[in-house]
């Protein structure tokens, strides 16, 4: 397999080209490869293509972020990068282009080149960003449109860029004012088309989480315990409330998922949110609350707890990320504590039942990058019903405190 080659030469550079510019030029450029690789101008080699993925960078930081990652997707799978720098310093009114190839040889597979197409614009073709990208997809594979940073939501440029898309994928957890847009996104659960997906990094980030906790619950003789929860805490870093959005996208998953109601909820003073949802006949309690951020984003989650009693059986779960060492009646510290390799990256879950003996669980996690969540969540697809129905509930929660 190809490495990713960041700093490698464009196969063609225009400054104030049109659309139609850049189509004469990835034209020639995907003639030449298929004629070089089956050896004859007469029987081209196919061209392997499954996905266009498309990101918008404002700022030119994103821009390398979006470069870097999309070219990561394209090692592993056969597809086409288009990358926009929105309000890019162009003198002049149309484009200024760039196309990049890399050649991947599978040793059991036909050659395929993965194509980066990088495009700065300016004024008036940010805002029909649709038209601009329409004649350059490929027919017949899905399109994935990805906003660095924080979308426009409501505005006519996202709109339009979303009209020849399949999905939008966002990272709310890069949003500038994440308590204001992060409710506008949930909103566009509502206008959104029927093909249209919405997908959120942040969301893939707590999959360890979702899987710890729905792990707690999968054997049979603790189903009893999903109608005896009575409690639920979540630890986060930072105070804001816009800093709640992951704890309150875990607190959506179980609410959604179990039926509870919204009935209140109130924020006080240093981060600290109270919430009570009603579950069928009971209540159920709800807390986040700030810990100290030292090392860790503002907004990540840092612990969650569950507890509660069902057919006269107490239990309670704690799921903590990199929590602080602990040592046991004899002095000595858990195993855990000597196997740790990465402690960001190891979470441990803590199982109560009843009177018998705590069950320790040290899950290592692997190293996150856009590439690799982009890759998970786009290969099961963006239109994700748990997902939708989690980030409404999440963002009821968020602006009732």
């Known amino acids: 397999m190809s490495a990713v080659q960041p700093d490698a030469q464009p196969m063609w550079h225009g400054e104030g080209v049109t659309v139609a510019d850049v ?105 029909h960003l649709g038209a601009l990208l329409d004649p350059l997809l490929v027919s017949g594979v899905p399109t994935y449109l990805w906003w660095l940073g924080t979308p426009p939501f ?57 899987e710890s906790i729905a792990q707690f619950f999968t054997p049979s003789d603790r189903r009893v315990f999903l109608g005896g929860i009575s409690e639920l805490g979540v630890d986060y870093a930072g105070e804001g409330r816009g800093n709640r959005i992951a704890a309150s996208l875990i607190t959506g998953w179980i609410a959604s998922a179990l039926g509870w109601k919204l009935r209140r909820a109130a924020a006080g003073a240093g981060g600290v949110v109270a919430a009570i949802y009603q579950a069928g006949g009971r209540s159920v309690e709800v807390n986040f609350r700030s810990v100290p951020q030292n090392d860790r984003v503002p907004g990540e989650v840092s612990a969650v707890r569950i507890a509660g009693a069902a ?5 309670r779960l704690s799921v903590m990320h990199d929590p602080p060492r602990s040592r046991d009646a004899t002095g000595s510290s858990y195993e855990w504590d000597r196997r740790r390799g990465d402690t960001e990256r190891v979470l441990l879950t803590l199982i109560e039942i009843g ?19 982009l890759i998970e969540l786009l290969s099961t697809g963006t239109h994700d019903d748990v997902f939708n129905r989690s980030l409404a509930a999440a963002s009821d929660l968020v602006e009732s405190s």
Not at 311 to 315: A, C, W
């Open 23 to 127: 189509l004469g030029a990835l034209g020639e450029i995907r003639y030449r490869f298929a004629r070089r690789e089956a050896g004859d101008s007469e029987h081209l080699h196919p061209r392997n293509c499954v996905m266009t993925l498309i990101g918008i960078a404002p700022t030119e930081a994103h821009e390398v972020v979006a470069k870097r990652t999309t070219q990561a997707i394209g090692m592993q799978h056969p597809a086409q990068a288009i990358v926009i720098r929105e309000e890019a310093p162009i003198r002049r009114r149309h484009l200024d282009a760039w196309i990049t190839t890399d050649v991947r040889r599978p040793e059991m597979a036909c050659a395929v080149e993965c194509e980066l197409i990088t495009l700065h614009v300016h004024g008036k073709a940010a805002d």
């Open 154 to 210: 409501g505005k006519r440029e996202l709109l339009d860029a979303l009209r020849v898309s399949d999905g939008l994928v966002v990272d709310s957890a890069q949003f500038e004012e994440p308590y204001r847009s992060f409710r506008r996104m949930a909103s566009m659960l509502k206008v959104a088309h029927h093909r249209m997906g919405l997908a959120d990094l942040q969301w893939s980030r707590l999959r360890p989480w979702r």
């Open 311 to 315: 057919g006269g059986t107490t239990f």
């Open 355 to 373: 009177d018998g003996e705590p069950l320790r669980h040290v899950q290592q996690l692997e190293p996150e990058d856009e590439a690799a969540l």
